[in-house]
């Protein structure tokens, strides 16, 4: 994971487009020394980080910094994702309550019919939309789902229907 001479030497042309400086033989095998454990995209990023937020010249320590910083900062975002398992049931459950509530908002009515037909694949030669995809649209020749993908989820037994209702307040919100 060593930076290779002309990879050091294109990380000090870019320097030295932002700050004027003069790049040497020197230059490029000491740069070469202080960035070892980096990658040239690595160094890149932080150079172009560096000439946006400061005003003084970027040295391989000033690189260093940020490389670490910006592995610390990804790390701790990778670690505050939630972990474990979901329970699928109490996740449905509470979708289903938010979308009742945004439906009830809106003053919009459930289509339970739509609903069912997502759940299924579309059987219709030149569309095959996926579970959870609407139909695809060939020119103007319909509006909405095939025909066909509703009888095949109403066979299927189609998908349950949503509570219309939202709750009165966060209380009556099972857990």
């Given at each position: 994971m060593t930076l290779d001479r002309s990879e050091v030497a294109r990380l000090l042309g870019m320097t030295a487009s932002f700050d004027q400086?003069?790049?040497?033989?020197?230059?490029v095998a000491a740069w070469q020394a202080a960035l070892t454990g980096v990658t040239y995209?690595?160094?890149e990023a932080a150079i172009l980080e560096h000439a946006k937020t400061s005003r003084e010249r970027v040295t391989p320590a000033d690189i260093l910094v940020r490389i670490r910083d910006s592995k610390r900062h990804r790390a701790e975002r990778l670690t505050a994702l939630p972990?474990?398992?979901?329970?699928?049931?109490?996740a449905t459950a509470a979708a289903k309550r938010g979308m009742a509530a945004i439906y009830a908002e809106m003053g919009w009515t459930y289509n339970a019919q739509r609903t069912a037909a997502m759940s299924v694949t579309?059987?219709?030669?030149?569309?095959?939309?996926?579970?959870?995809r609407t139909c695809r649209k060939f020119g103007d020749r319909y509006q909405g789902m095939h025909r066909e993908?509703?009888?095949?989820a109403t066979a299927a037994g189609g998908a349950l229907p949503l509570?219309?209702?939202?709750?009165?307040?966060?209380?009556d919100v099972p857990t």
């Open positions: 400086r003069t790049v040497g033989q020197a230059d995209g690595e160094c972990t474990g398992t979901t329970d699928r049931a109490k579309c059987p219709v030669a030149r569309c095959w939309a996926p579970v959870g993908r509703v009888t095949r509570e219309t209702s939202a709750p009165a307040s966060t209380e």
